[in-house]
């Protein structure tokens, strides 16, 4: 899709285009057939928002899902017709400005946390990578081991 001039991003950075000199910036996030579109949740909300029937896209992934709240995966549902959910619930959870104080006495946990929310009380097909083509096998046993441990 990439050598085909096929895949858009919004909000382009420079090393982005200098490192990927076939992706093309796009401020239009409607459906684009046959055509990929990258974009972050804040740009693409005004979109969900508008969104009054039927998803505009046949796909919406949300990616480092483990940062998204709740209602980002309801603003994902409003925009794909099927989605895909990339994240760890043991990774980084979503910076909110509340204090975890605050958040357990008003009980916004599942708010605040949607990934982990969501796994943990929904019925979804849920599959676990158990290979890794980034780390060196010594990392990802002790990445394994850090993650099995907090």
């Not at 982990?116 to 780390?135: C, G, I, V």
């Amino acid at each position: 899709m990439l050598e085909a001039h096929r895949m858009f991003k919004t909000k382009l950075s420079v090393d982005e285009a200098r490192a990927y000199k076939d992706l093309q910036q796009t401020k239009d996030v409607s459906p684009q057939p046959s055509n990929l579109i990258l974009s972050t949740f804040y740009i693409t909300s005004g979109q969900a928002a508008q969104t009054t029937n039927e998803p505009p896209f046949d796909f919406a992934m949300v990616d480092e899902a483990s940062q998204a709240l709740i209602g980002m995966f309801a603003g994902a549902k409003l925009l794909g017709k099927k989605n895909i959910w990339i994240g760890d619930t043991k990774q980084l959870p979503p910076v909110v400005a509340l204090s975890d104080d605050k958040v357990n006495r008003k009980n916004y946990g599942a708010l605040v946390d949607g990934l982990k929310a969501l796994s943990d009380n929904a019925s979804l097909p849920m599959f676990q990578l158990t290979e890794t083509h980034r780390l060196t096998e010594r990392g990802a046993t002790y990445t394994e081991y850090f993650t099995r441990t907090i």
